[in-house]
């Protein structure tokens, strides 16, 4: 059975920081493009980062460019989201997913139809 499991959320006051993780377990994550993806209440899911080889093959969501820090351990099949200078408007359940679909990853990383399989979502509050 193919899971992912994120961790690391919580409440953490304006300007702080959190590290969320994604470990994967039921099949080999290394080739696969990851991404996390967040929805808050009220809203659709959003796009907020994805990673494939690193380099120019990852990607973030226009708000959170130098802020947060997508990465990943292969050997560990986990993806890591080091989230710094949060602010109140980052309130959101984080999901992390996996897709096998590799050849239109440039095209359509921010689609979330794209991707295989989903985490069950962390918290992250973030106070004013």
């Known amino acids: 059975q193919v899971k992912l499991v994120e961790s690391g959320g919580g409440l953490v006051q304006a300007g702080g920081s959190l590290r969320l993780s994604c470990a994967g377990s039921g099949r080999t994550f290394t080739y696969d493009p990851m991404g996390w993806f967040r929805q808050a209440p009220g809203k659709e899911r959003e796009f907020v980062a994805a990673?494939?080889?690193?380099?120019?093959?990852?990607y973030y969501e226009e708000s959170v460019k130098g802020r947060f820090t997508i990465s990943r351990n292969n050997a560990r099949d986990t993806v890591y989201l080091q989230m710094n200078s949060l602010k109140p408007e980052d309130t959101a359940v984080y999901y992390c997913?996996?897709?096998?679909?590799?050849?239109?990853?440039?095209?359509?990383?921010?689609?979330?139809?794209?991707?295989?399989?989903w985490g069950q979502g962390t918290q992250v509050t973030v106070s004013s």
């Open positions: 990673t494939y080889w690193g380099g120019s093959s990852t």
């Open positions: 997913a996996s897709r096998g679909d590799v050849s239109s990853y440039a095209r359509d990383y921010a689609r979330d139809d794209k991707y295989d399989y």
